[in-house]
């Protein structure tokens, strides 16, 4: 039920905006720079649109995961714990708290394969990839079959996951040195959940993107209970 009031309400607020309630978003194919990426408005509609979909998750996966528990008896682990607002590192975001089914399919199906004949951090890239990937065909084959759209560029989800793996690689390379463990010793939990946010939310309209130009977005609002202005 939570789930499905924080979806309802998002929908309800957001819906009148078209889902960028701070005004248009960069597109994929202008050039990176500070004033725009870094923008508040910008990042203000990047983390709506980031944490829209961790809601959409999580309510999906709760009903099927509730279906599931209801016909089988057993029971289904929560998939989505939170990352927009209580990840710690992005090891933590991407491995511990989002989207957790499929996290397994790509370890086992991509990770693992792949570590065998190659490094941790060749595994790590292919699997980044392939997510990628599989996004631009959710995308172009399921969501945008047969319309039309302006503003949706191929590539552009799987940028976003090549980008999130030099973070992770990044991470890896500094989360032992004693600047950044005098940091995690110093700063409130919520200073570092916002600092790994940072890190990848001036670029997440790379992934939300496509979903907002190809109406994603007002097509689930078909399915949600939502309070509209008459």
């Known amino acids: 039920m939570k789930c499905a009031a924080v979806i309802s309400t998002l929908c309800t607020i957001l819906s009148p905006s078209g889902y960028i309630p701070f005004g248009a978003i960069p597109a994929f194919y202008e050039p990176v720079t500070v004033d725009q990426y870094l923008n508040p408005r910008h990042l203000g509609n990047c983390f709506v649109m980031a944490f829209y979909f961790q809601s959409g998750l999580a309510l999906g996966n709760s009903a099927l995961g509730s279906m599931c528990q209801l016909l089988t008896g057993f029971k289904v682990l929560h998939t989505m714990n939170n990352p927009m607002l209580e990840a710690t590192s992005p090891s933590d975001f991407w491995g511990k708290r989002w989207n957790l089914l499929v996290h397994v399919v790509l370890k086992r199906g991509v990770y693992k394969p792949v570590r065998t004949y190659a490094s941790a951090l060749i595994a790590s ?34 940028a976003f996951f090549v980008w999130n793996f030099f973070v ?26 916002v600092m790994i946010i940072m890190s990848s939310l001036p670029f997440a309209h ?10 994603f977005f007002s097509d689930y609002e078909k399915f949600v209970p939502m309070i509209r202005k008459i």
Not at 141 to 157: H, M, R
């Open 206 to 215: 790379w992934f939300g993107g496509p979903y907002l130009f190809g109406n």
């Open 168 to 193: 992770i690689a990044c991470e890896r390379m500094l989360v032992a040195t004693k600047g950044v463990q005098s940091l995690k010793r110093v700063l409130p939990r919520f200073m570092i959940t």
């Open 125 to 158: 890239l292919a699997v980044f990839v392939a997510s990628g990937l599989f996004h631009e065909w959710m995308v172009h084959a399921i969501f945008l079959y047969n319309k039309q759209s302006e503003g949706v560029v191929l590539g552009s989800n799987t």
